[in-house]
Structures are given as C-alpha cells and as structure tokens.
C-alpha cells in the first residue's frame, strides 16, 4: 500500500478483541471496561493469568462478556489444540489492562509460559498494554528500559494515570480509567491522517460580562468542538483547544487552554496559531460585547436598562486574513436558510471550508447533522453521534489539506 493509500485506508472496524488480566488490585477496572467494550458492540475473549484470579473472579468476568474467560494454555478449548494461535487470528486487537510490571518484563523479554503471554506473541493484531503498579516499581530503571522496549516493537502503552495508590503512596504508576482505556484502543485504530500536523481548534460558548454576576451567553455545550479535538488527535495531529466556559473532559492527548470571553479567546488564538497547518473555528463565539463592563452588580430598578453592545472580533476572519495562514476550518450554526448563509459566511471570510449546521438541532445534543461547503459545492452528511461525525470530518480534512505546507 503506497502512502495515498494508507493515508486514505479507513479505521479498522473492532468487532473482537482480547482483553488480558493481569495479577493486581487495578484488575477491579478490568470488568468495567469489560462491560462498556460489550456496549459499543465489541465481543470480547476474556483471559486471565493464574494471579489475576486471586484479585477478581473468572465467573464476573465471564458473566460480563457473555464468553468463557480462559486461562490455561493447556485447556484452551481449540479443537486443535492451538488455543493461543486460534485466539490472535480472530481478535482485531489485544489489550493487557492491568498489565503488571512483571508480566511487561516477560513480554518485553519475548517470554511465553502461560497463555496470555503465548498469545501475546502469536499475534498478527495491534497490542496494548495498560501499565499498574506502584510508583517506584514505574519509575525503576528496569521497567522504563521494558517500556522503552516494548514500544520500539510497536505495542501501544495506555498510561499510566497519576494519583492515590492501594500501597497508600501517591504518584504515577494507577492504571487508566475504564473509559480512558477505551478512548485509547479506539483511537489506536483511527488512521493517521493528520500525522505531523498542528492544530489549534476553538469550542464551546463565550461569556461577555456585564456586571460581576451578568452576562451574555449562548447555548453551545462544547462537544462538537470536544469531540473533533479528540479525532483530530487520534488522527495523529498535535491538538491546542481553546475552551470557552464549559465542563467537557479534556480529550488524551490534547492541550487545553480555558477562556472566558470573546477577546480572552481572541488573544489566545492569536497567541497559539502562528505556525500551526489548520486552524478549527468551532466555538460559538459572541458577536457583541457589552460596551462597558460594571465593576459592581447593578441594582434592579423599575426603569428600563439599557445595554449598548459593541462588535467583538472576527477571529475566523482574522486568521485566515493573516499572512501565510493556516488552512482555516470554519463552523457556522444557522436558523434558516442554513446552506446560504453559511455559504456567504465562508465568501465573507475567505476560508476555504465551513460547515454548516442548524443551531437547534446541534446546539447541547449528542448528534448533528453538517454539510461541508467548499468551492466545489455542498457536501451533506447524514445525523450521526459527534464522535462518529468528528471521526468522518478529519477524514474529510485528510482530503483536503493542501500538502507540503511548512511550519
């Protein structure tokens, strides 16, 4: 496959993957990321070393995948005796979540005496591993030069997180959340389309103040703009997203810088796009401002108030205004006549791309529905989960960016 055609090659679909279970007190995580792998639609092969046994029982593990969990290499159930071989070639993906230090230092060694480890290396399919263990045991010269190894042979490592520990120390070395470790396998099987590529991305609402506790706001929650940060990194891109106020979890592997107002998001937009190849205008951002902001509450009377309102900037147009600008990507969130007067919007500002949607249909829901307005027309995609639609945008991204762009 030359290199077009692996930058155009889809996602691979998980249909069936492995999930190994190492000895550990962080194998509790393992049965909840059992059960949200099941609900994305994803059969999982449960396998369990003999110490993983003493930390969690087979038979929850079996009750939430719905399969045998298996755990010895002698009594596999292939009717070839080949339980290890007959595992790797049906799994689209292997995870070891928890992966303790000594099962990372036998795999990093090539070793193969029990049946995860065997199907760990009698595999054609992406490896994962979810390190947990103590602080100190993380840190040890041993097991970073495992890791070092490990990841030169091309296995994903997942973490670790920082924070309390059952030894009752803090520090790195906690294994993933459940939800995190499944970000992590999907994103391992997203195409990389954006490989090299820095991105700066704005999402969610402004707040314009008037008074200390009065303002102005819109309704945008932000996930649209969450949800393409985080596709946009899965796709290998290195992700600055400047948030207005709201309270979306920050995306692995993705820099977050929090503003408030129009001219807060502005600044640091200016201060973060020099340089970068796409620049993404998602947020809902204020037109107007109040004129003057009151440093104390103002009291309400029966009178009539009066707010005057002033233009904020035009970030969208300012950027691609700019010289040598990023490829601009522009988000345009409509009543009416959605298509034209997303279209004129993208005329006005000189960008290259928008794409458009009806502000009550996207604004605080879980799906959306776009089109993608470019010179050559209108491209409509149909409603489907933000993710799902962020996933298919950066691969419409893909197509488009103009190559050899310099930074």
Known sequence: MDDKSAMNAPARPLDRIVLGVTGGIAAYKAAELVR????????????????????IAPMTMQALSGSPVLLDLWESGAANAMGHIELSRHADAIIV??????????????????????????????????PAMNRQMWTHVATQRNVARLQADGVV??????????????????????????AGLMASVQPKLLAGKRIVL??????????????????????????LAQACAEAGAEVTLIAGPCTLATPARVTR????????????????VAGCDVFIAVAAVADYTPGETHATKLKKTDAPLTVTLKPTVDILAAVAARQ?????????????????????KRRRKKVPLVIANRAQDAFGKDQNEVTLLDDNGAHPLP??????????LVAEFGQRLPSGRTT
């Open 36 to 55: 949200l792998l099941v609900k994305e639609g994803i059969a999982v092969d449960v396998v369990m070393t003999a110490v993983a046994t003493k930390f």
């Open 97 to 130: 979540a928890p992966a303790s230090a000594d099962f990372m230092a036998r795999l990093a060694h090539g070793l193969a005496d029990d049946l995860l480890s065997t199907l760990c290396l009698a595999r054609d399919c992406p490896l994962l591993v979810a």
């Open 157 to 182: 490592i997942l973490g670790p997180g920082r924070g309390d520990q059952a030894c009752g120390e803090t520090g790195d070395g906690r294994m993933l959340e459940p939800e995190e470790l499944l």
């Open 202 to 227: 704005t999402s969610g609402p402004t707040y314009e103040a008037i008074d200390p506790v009065r303002g102005i706001t819109n309704r945008s929650s932000g996930k649209m703009g969450f949800a």
């Open 257 to 272: 810088v929090d503003v408030t107002s129009a001219s807060e998001m502005a600044a640091m937009v200016e201060a973060s």
């Open 324 to 344: 040598n600008p990023p490829y601009c990507i522009g988000f345009a969130a409509e009543t009416n006549n959605v298509n034209e007067n997303a279209e004129a």
């Open 383 to 392: 409603r489907m989960d933000k993710l799902a639609l962020a996933r298919r």
